[in-house]
């Protein structure tokens, strides 16, 4: 079955900084998206990461800050730029499509759970 | 907008016993998907089950089942002989089909613990 694996699991970092956030697919999605879920909260989609263009954003969430690329089918990058303790969550990436099981069903990455200092 | 709502933040059950967790939804649309998500201590979100909104019949898998009430905007999840393994976070989750792609809107999650 297909594996999604994020880098890194987790990171400590100082405020002011940026982190790069990796979301790896063994096999080619349609779909790809990133999630946060702050401390003890419920998950919220930031935006979708679109192959070969810009990502789309929700309301809250601007480019500037949550800058996203995807240069292929297999893998995705979100950045956390300018950080400051509110920045505090686990970020997940999710897959759609995988080619297995029903469409428009979403399978998630391991996360990675982000301190901010 | 929807809007999903679990109102049990926390239960617990016995090992080997029957558990059902609540969620409501609220949604104009009538074509939609409905989820259960499972995230254990390790914070992998796992998919437990998925509802189809026009499917009558209650989705299962294995040990576990739904209650989708679609007039009554209700979708529990039912949890048979439960195992030690079942502890975790249950977050329902709703998506509409053919809105903002891929926006599962989630409830606030309700925390299971299973005892021995």
């Known amino acids: 079955s297909a594996v999604i694996s994020q880098k890194p699991s987790r990171d400590i970092c100082q405020r002011g900084t940026s982190l790069t956030i990796q979301c790896q697919v063994d096999?080619?999605?349609?779909?790809m998206f990133w999630y946060r879920q702050q401390p003890g909260q419920s998950l919220t989609l930031i935006a979708t990461?679109?192959?070969?263009?810009?990502?789309?954003?929700e309301s809250g969430f601007v480019i500037d800050k949550f800058p996203i690329s995807r240069p292929n089918l297999t893998f995705s990058t979100l950045t956390v730029s300018n950080m400051s303790p509110e920045d505090s969550s686990i970020y997940l990436c999710?897959?759609?499509?995988?080619?297995?099981?029903?469409?428009?069903?979403?399978?998630f990455g391991p996360g990675t759970r982000l301190l901010v200092l | 907008a929807q809007t999903v709502t679990q109102s049990q933040p926390e239960m617990s059950v016995q090992e080997a016993e029957t558990v059902t967790l609540s969620c409501t939804y609220d949604?104009?649309?009538?074509?939609?998907?409905l989820f259960w998500y499972k995230q254990p201590p390790s914070r992998q979100m796992i998919l437990v089950i998925r509802?189809?909104?026009?499917?009558?019949q209650n989705a299962t898998e294995n040990r576990f089942s739904v209650n989708f009430q679609k007039a009554a905007k209700s979708f529990s999840l039912k949890i048979s002989d439960s195992q030690l393994g079942d502890t975790a976070m249950y977050f329902c989750?709703?998506?509409?089909?053919?809105?903002?792609?891929?926006?599962?809107?989630f409830g606030k999650g309700t925390k299971l613990s299973v005892k021995p």
């Open positions: 990461a679109n192959q070969g263009s810009e990502a789309t954003y």
């Open positions: 949604t104009s649309e009538n074509n939609y998907y």
């Open positions: 096999s080619q999605v349609t779909m």
């Open positions: 509802q189809e909104a026009y499917k009558q």
């Open positions: 989750a709703f998506m509409f089909i053919g809105g903002s792609q891929g926006n599962l809107i």
């Open positions: 999710s897959v759609e499509s995988m080619g297995r099981g029903p469409q428009e069903t979403q399978y």
